[in-house]
């Protein structure tokens, strides 16, 4: 987990309402990436952003949103569309290599949602 | 497309003897291909990597994990297992190919296999 650091641990959502997510890293990596953590589905990739200023969908974007304005920042915001966002939040980074190839991610603890 | 199976939901062994979990893959070029660790409530910890070269690849903790093409599978495996092993771990793969051109990146997870090593 280290360089990489999520807040809050733990975060509660009324139905309705919008919910930022916090990820920093000081590792200098370019890349990061949102995943999403389901019991028994393994994780999906939300979003990702190889350059600041700059991100793609991934799997599952849809209810989600984020920016990359700073290199070491990559908040995500679960929208009040997100019809089931429940779930346990991991956040990752990497180098990015020749091609756009990319090296290993490393993640950060996490933050677990939860929707009351 | 990319995709990576975990067979086993859940793999048992006793402390001491060796431990295999099982992962395969699928891919339309090369694949890098990943083991990750997760203990309850944390992140993924990375255990090792196969790139390129010796399909034998030592990682952390004493894993190792065997790349075989043929078969497309990339299975760990620790000689000899301890209860401080018990978590669940995720095989993982991105499909060079994809990556060569600019196209999407991200890597593709399977479901995950909790090992639980039994004193």
């Known amino acids: 987990d280290g360089g990489i650091t999520q807040s809050p641990k733990y975060l509660f959502r009324k139905e309705g309402q919008n919910v930022t997510l916090s990820c920093e890293q000081n590792?200098?990596?370019?890349?990061m990436y949102w995943y999403r953590q389901d019991p028994g589905q393994g994780l999906r990739l939300i979003y990702y952003s190889q350059i600041v200023n700059d991100f793609q969908k991934g799997d599952i974007a849809e209810g989600y949103s984020v920016s990359r304005e700073k290199k070491e920042s990559f908040p995500l915001t679960v929208t009040s569309a997100q019809k089931n966002p429940t779930a346990f939040y991991l956040c990752a980074s990497s180098v990015v290599g020749g091609a756009g190839a990319t090296d290993t991610q490393y993640f950060g603890p996490g933050t677990r949602l939860t929707v009351l | 497309a990319q995709s990576v199976a975990q067979p086993e939901d859940q793999v048992n062994v006793a402390e001491g003897n060796p431990l295999t979990v099982k992962c395969t893959y699928s891919v339309s070029g090369n694949p890098y291909l990943f083991w990750y660790v997760q203990y309850p409530n944390r992140g993924l910890q990375f255990l090792l990597k196969y790139i390129t070269g010796d399909n034998l690849v030592k990682g952390s903790y004493g894993f190792e994990a065997e790349f075989n093409k043929s078969q497309t599978s990339f299975h760990l495996k620790k000689p000899s297992a301890l209860v401080s092993d018990s978590a669940l771990y995720f095989c993982?793969?991105?499909?060079?190919?994809?990556?060569?051109?600019?196209?999407?990146?991200?890597?593709?997870f399977g479901k995950g296999t909790h090992l639980i090593i039994q004193p």
């Open positions: 993982a793969v991105r499909d060079m190919l994809m990556y060569s051109g600019g196209g999407a990146d991200g890597l593709t």
């Open positions: 590792l200098n990596h370019d890349a």
